[in-house]
C-alpha cells in the first residue's frame, strides 16, 4: 500500500485536480490511500473570516467566495448523481461554518478551540470534491474524516497525537476500506480530542496526517505530491544551478527543514521513521521527474555537503555579563522565559569564557522576547551582574548541512575561507554534535550571496554523482 498526500496546490483548481485524478488512476494498483490538504489560501481564509467575526462582522463576501469556488469545481469536474451529492454535502459544511461564525460574531470571542473548528473546513471541503472527481472518473473513493481517526489531547492549534490510539484506529478502519477496493481519501491536518472536539495538528499538519495513517497500516511508501521537484541544494530563487537531490536521509531532511529548505517538518515524518518507511516528495505538475526519496540511506556527496539551507528575517538576543559562568540558573531562567513566550529559538551559542549567550530568534518574536527576559532578569540589570539585554536586527541563519561531513576535514575552512575572501562577515556560530550541519549567521543583507557562494564552493550545481 502507498499513502499519497496532495498539498493545497495540487488541489487548488479544477485543472490540479484533474491531474490528481489522473496521478491515482496511474497507481490504482498499488492499493492507494490519499490524504489531502485544503483547496490554496482556503485554510487562510478561514482564519481570516473566523477574526473578522470576531470583530463583529460578519464575513459574508469571504463565505460566498468560498461556497462560489467549491461549487465551480465540482461543477467541472463530476456529473450526474455525483455531482448533486457532492453539491449538498458541501452546501451542507458550508452552513455549517456560518452558523459556527455567526456565533463568532455574536460573542465577539474567538478562541483556539474555536480556530480549529473553522479551520477544518478546508480539508473537509476538499476531501468531498476530490472524492467526487475520483468516483466520476471510475474510481472508486470515498471522503473519510480524520477526526474519528486521529486522537488527540487538548492543545489547540498545535494538538499532540495519542499514537498508540490513533494507529489502532487507523489500522482497524482504514486497512478495510482498501481490501474492498476502495480508495480513502481523508481530511489531513485535523483530529480530535476523546471527547470528539476538532483540534488541529499545526505546523506541516497534512503530511503528518500521511505519515500517521503510513505508519498505522505500515505502508510502503509515503508519496508526498506537491509543486516542487523534490528537496533541493538551495534555494532555486536564490542560486540559479541548485539541482534536486535524489536521495537524502531521515537526519538529513530534519536539518534541512530545520533552516528552512522546503522539506518535510521533523515531526511530521516521525511515525514513518519509527517504521522506516521511505518518504518520496514529487511535483504533481512534473510526474515525469522522480522526486527526491528520503530513508534511512543516504549517498556519500563528493565534499560530504549536500545542501546550502537558509532563514532570514531573524534577530540576534545577546545576554551578557561576567557573573554569568557563577548563576548556575541562568540558562534554567532564560529558557523558561522563552518556552513561556513559546518564542521558537532557532540558534543558540555561547562564548567558552560564558560571559555572554546568543539566542537567535524570528524578527516578529523579537521584541516581545526582550522585554519578557529584561522583566525575568531585572534585578541582575539593576545590581550590574548582567549588562542589558539587547537586540540585532536584519539577520538571517544559513547551514551547511550533509550527512558526509562528519570525519570530512576542511568543511568549515572551504565555508568560511570562501566568505572571507568575498568580505562576508560572520556574525555567530554553532555546530551540533551530530556534525550534519555547521550552521551561522550573517547580515540578511549578504544572505543571497552568501548562499551562493557556498553553494559553489562546494560544486553543488556542477555535474557529478548526487544520486
Known amino acids: ?55 463583529g462582522t460578519e ?53 483556539p478551540r474555536s480556530v480549529d473548528l473553522v479551520s477544518s473546513f478546508g480539508e473537509r471541503l476538499s476531501v468531498v470534491v476530490v472524492s467526487a472527481a475520483l468516483r466520476s472518473a471510475g474510481l472508486s473513493s470515498l471522503p473519510v474524516d480524520a477526526r474519528e481517526y486521529v486522537k488527540t489531547n487538548e492543545r489547540y492549534t498545535e494538538a499532540e497525537v495519542n499514537f498508540a490510539e490513533t494507529e489502532r484506529r487507523l489500522s482497524a478502519g482504514l486497512v478495510p476500506m482498501v481490501s474492498d477496493g476502495r480508495i480513502p481519501i481523508i481530511t489531513g491536518f485535523i483530529g480530535s480530542t476523546d471527547e470528539g472536539v476538532t483540534t488541529t495538528l499545526g505546523r506541516g499538519a497534512s503530511d503528518y496526517t500521511a505519515s500517521l495513517v503510513a505508519g498505522a497500516i505500515q505502508a510502503e511508501e509515503v508519496w508526498i505530491w506537491t509543486d516542487v521537484d523534490g528537496a533541493m541544494t538551495a534555494d532555486p530563487r536564490m542560486v540559479e544551478d541548485a539541482r534536486v537531490l535524489k536521495e537524502i536521509s531521515y537526519l538529513e531532511a530534519a536539518e534541512m527543514s530545520y533552516f528552512g529548505a522546503k522539506v518535510l517538518h521533523p515531526m511530521t515524518m516521525q511515525p514513518a521513521v519509527k517504521q522506516e518507511i521511505p518518504i518520496r516528495i514529487r511535483n504533481t505538475f512534473r510526474t515525469e521527474n522522480g522526486g527526491t526519496v528520503i530513508s534511512s540511506r543516504t549517498f556519500e556527496a563528493p565534499l560530504g555537503v549536500k545542501a ?44 567558552s569564557s560564558e560571559h555572554d549567550i546568543c539566542l537567535v530568534v524570528d524578527e516578529k518574536d523579537s521584541q516581545g522576547t526582550v522585554r519578557a527576559l ?15 539585554i539587547s537586540v540585532q536586527p536584519d539577520l538571517a541563519v544559513v547551514a551547511v548541512v550533509g550527512g558526509g561531513m562528519k570525519g570530512t576535514p576542511g568543511i ?28 551561522f549567521i550573517v547580515e540578511r543583507n549578504d544572505l543571497q550571496k552568501t548562499v551562493q557562494l557556498v553553494h559553489a564552493s562546494f560544486g553543488l550545481g556542477e555535474d557529478g554523482d548526487f544520486e
Do not use: W
Open 1 to 55: 500500500m502507498i499513502v499519497m498526500k496532495f498539498g493545497g496546490t495540487s488541489v487548488g483548481s479544477a485543472e490540479a485536480i484533474q491531474q490528481v485524478v489522473e496521478i491515482v488512476r496511474k497507481y490504482r494498483e498499488r492499493d492507494l490511500l490519499v490524504v489531502l490538504s485544503a483547496m490554496s489560501t482556503v485554510t487562510d481564509s478561514l482564519r481570516e473570516m473566523a477574526a473578522e467575526a470576531c470583530g
Open 59 to 111: 464575513p459574508s463576501s469571504s463565505l460566498s467566495a468560498l461556497r462560489k469556488r467549491h461549487d465551480e469545481t465540482i461543477r467541472a469536474l463530476a456529473e450526474g448523481e455525483e455531482r448533486n451529492r457532492a453539491l449538498e454535502v458541501c452546501e451542507g459544511l458550508i452552513d455549517e461554518l456560518s452558523g459556527i461564525l455567526h456565533g463568532i460574531t455574536l460573542l465577539k470571542e474567538l478562541s
Open 308 to 351: 546550502v539551507t537558509s532563514i532570514d528575517r531573524l534577530c540576534l538576543i545577546v545576554v551578557e555579563g561576567t557573573s554569568l559562568s557563577r548563576t548556575p540558573d541562568t540558562h534554567a531562567r532564560l529558557f523558561k522565559t522563552t518556552a513561556e513566550r513559546k518564542t521558537q529559538v532557532i540558534m543558540i551559542t555561547q562564548a
Open 374 to 388: 529584561k522583566k525575568e532578569f531585572r534585578h541582575e540589570v539593576a545590581e550590574g551582574s548582567l549588562e542589558e
Open 412 to 439: 568549515a575552512a572551504r565555508t568560511f575561507g570562501i566568505l572571507g575572501e568575498h568580505g562576508v562577515n560572520i556574525i555567530a556560530i554553532a555546530q551540533g554534535s551530530s556534525e550534519l550541519n555547521i550552521s
